[in-house]
C-alpha cells in the first residue's frame, strides 16, 4: 500500500526549531518531487516546499523562505523539513504530499501538527 | 502572482442534488488544475488532475472542466458521504503550487 507517514511535531516556543519527518513506503520514493503543505487551524491549504526526485532543486514559499529547509534522504526512503526561527503563524497541520507529473499532489499523508506558542 | 479564487465559499444542496464548484485563476493559466476533498480531521484527497481527469478510484459522479481562467468540478448526483471541503490547486510558474481557499459543500 502506498503511504506516507510524517512525524516529529509538537510544541515549540517563538523562534525555536523542528525538524518533521516523512517517511515514505509502497512505491519508489526516488521517482517522485515531493510537497510539504499545511494548513493552520480553521484555515485552507497552503503550499510550503517542493523538492525534485534528485534534490537538486528546492522552492520555498515566501512565508517560509529562509528559515524553513526541504531535504531528502533517498535510501532511507524519507523527506525532511527543518523549521527555524519558528512564529505563532507557523502553527498548523503539516502535510507531505507525493507529487505526479510535477503538477498534482496524489498521495498525502495524514499530517503532523505544529503548535508555535509561549 | 496567479491568484485562485473559489465559489461559492459555501454550497448548501441535498443528497441526490447537482453539485457545480468554481474555481477562477486571476490570469488565464493553464490545464495543470487539480481538485481535492478534504473531510473534517483528514487529509486532503485528489479528486481531479489536469482540469478533467478523474483520479484513481473517484466515483464517476465526479467530474471537472474548463480552460483559461475558469474552471468547475461537477459533482453529478449528491451521495451523503460528498459533503466536505473541495479546494482548486494549480501548478504554474511561481508560485508552483497556489490552493484556492475552498469550497464548504454542506447538507440542507
Known amino acids: 500500500e502506498v503511504q506516507l507517514a510524517e512525524s516529529g511535531g509538537g510544541l515549540v516556543q517563538p523562534g525555536g526549531s523542528l525538524r518533521l519527518s516523512c517517511a515514505a513506503s509502497g512505491f519508489t520514493f526516488s521517482n517522485y518531487e515531493m510537497n510539504w503543505v499545511r494548513q493552520a487551524p480553521g484555515k485552507g491549504l497552503e503550499w510550503v516546499s517542493y523538492i525534485t526526485s534528485s534534490a537538486r532543486t528546492m522552492y520555498y514559499a515566501d512565508s517560509v523562505k529562509s528559515r524553513f529547509t526541504i531535504s531528502r534522504d533517498n535510501a532511507k526512503n524519507s523527506l525532511y523539513l527543518q523549521m527555524n526561527s519558528l512564529r505563532a503563524e507557523d502553527t498548523a497541520v503539516y502535510y507531505c504530499?507525493?507529487?505526479?507529473?510535477?503538477?498534482?499532489?496524489?498521495?498525502w499523508g495524514k499530517g503532523t501538527t505544529v503548535t508555535v506558542s509561549s | 502572482e496567479i491568484v485562485l479564487t473559489q465559489s461559492p465559499a459555501t454550497l448548501s444542496l441535498s443528497p441526490g442534488d447537482r453539485a457545480t464548484l468554481s474555481c477562477r485563476a486571476s490570469q488565464s493559466v493553464s490545464s495543470y488544475l487539480a481538485w481535492y476533498q478534504q473531510k473534517p480531521g483528514q487529509a486532503p484527497r485528489l479528486l481531479i488532475y489536469d482540469a478533467s481527469n478523474r483520479a484513481t478510484g473517484i466515483p464517476a459522479r465526479f467530474s471537472g472542466s474548463g480552460s483559461g481562467t475558469d474552471f468547475t468540478l461537477t459533482i453529478s448526483s449528491l451521495e451523503p458521504e460528498d459533503f466536505a471541503v473541495y479546494y482548486c490547486?494549480?501548478?504554474?510558474?511561481?508560485?508552483?503550487?497556489?490552493f484556492g481557499q475552498g469550497t464548504k459543500l454542506e447538507i440542507k
Open positions: 504530499a507525493r507529487t505526479s507529473g510535477r503538477t498534482y499532489m496524489d498521495v
Open positions: 490547486q494549480l501548478r504554474s510558474y511561481w508560485p508552483p503550487y497556489t
